[in-house]
């Protein structure tokens, strides 16, 4: 993280700035990157003489939110689907402050701001990581259903369309003038089921749906390393939750898990208490409804 980001975001706010941090890096860096996608878009491509890239996004996870921003901030016409618009996505939902920066967040997402993090060893030692940050540094706490629809609001106030469905596969183009067919089922707003099938055409395909990716499978993007995990958001009594006002704690351990952490997050009115494995999957029993693929 480069210091101007920082700087840009001591001054705490409840709401994004006018001047987003993307001018700020556009600044830095000396790149004017929408009007050079806009120009690449234009010269490569003689079937886009006349008209703006079309870009499908499938996944609106913080990569495909965030992605959907960009493109829509430089000219694309861009399209995210995403299935679930309220999905609670297992994860802890930590997030390391550079990325309030870089992401432009604005504080009132962040459930807690933590400055207490403790790694909890098999014998109980407990040790306190958060002893190297600095007083205005901390974790940031988010649910990740507030997280991801806000990327997914803000890409949407930037032009982008957001698209309710289920992506279920595609045709690659036929020749080079050709655009990538997508099929998805649209969500019914009646039923609250899958509503009718759909497709869509664009110029490129940005797979953003997650560890079990159908936009990786259909252009065979191969294997790739995941973790399996489970998480429960637990209530606790008001003199309990006190004690993790302020605090995280991660425990390591065979445990806890063989070979990934087991944590306590604290969010807004509750905790959020997990584990995961990566190489264990098999045997670990996991309560249907709560198990998730993941990428890590
Ligand atoms: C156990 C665990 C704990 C973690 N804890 C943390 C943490 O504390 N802090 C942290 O920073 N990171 C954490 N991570 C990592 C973090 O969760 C991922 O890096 C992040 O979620 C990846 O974001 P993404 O947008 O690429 O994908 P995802 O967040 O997985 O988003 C994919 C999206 O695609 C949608 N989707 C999937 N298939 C389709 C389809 N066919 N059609 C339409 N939509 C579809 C899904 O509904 C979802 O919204 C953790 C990961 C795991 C496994």
Redesign the pocket.
Known sequence: MNSMVLKSFLGLRKSSPETSHFAVHQKHAAISFPQKLKVIAGKTSPKLQGRNLRVAI???????GSAAETLAKGGIETFL????MD?C????????LCMVGEFDLPLDIIDRRVTKMKMISPSNVAVDIGRTLKSHEYIGMVR?EVL?AYLRDRAKENGATIIN????KMDMPKDKNSPYVLH?SGYDGKTGGVGEKRTLEVDAVIG???????VAKAIDAGDYEY?I?F?ERIKIPDDKMVYYENLAEMYVGDDVSPD?YGWV?PKCDHVAV?T?TVTHKADKEIPAGNKEK???
């Open positions: 499938v996944g609106g996870g913080p990569a495909g689907i995403e299935r679930k999905n996505k297992l994860c802890g939902g930590a997030i390391p990740r991801d469905g289920l992506f279920l998805y953003a749906d997650g560890a079990n990716s159908r973790a995990a998480q990934f997050f997990g995961g993941s990428r890590r």
